[in-house]
């Protein structure tokens, strides 16, 4: 059996390390698919907002035409 390097801490900030780098990969890609729910949203709430302009404008010169 590999015997184990020891270090000063006996081998704890080595595994504290390992454990840092996970959680920032994990954060960092949480964050990415935040991000992308949230662009998602904002393009869906643009595009709601942008057809109800239309449908608003097409019954305004719907209704001007036919006065």
């Not at 020891?6 to 080595?14: N, P």
């Not at 960092?28 to 302009?53: C, V």
């Amino acid at each position: 059996m590999a015997e184990k390097k020891k270090t000063a801490s006996g081998g704890r900030f080595v595994d504290l390390k390992r454990k840092k780098k996970a959680y920032w990969r994990l954060a960092r890609r949480f964050d990415e698919e935040e991000n992308q729910r949230t662009e998602r949203r904002k393009k869906m709430a643009r595009w709601r907002l942008a057809r109800q302009y239309d449908e608003e404008e097409e019954v305004l010169l719907g209704a001007g035409s036919s006065v």
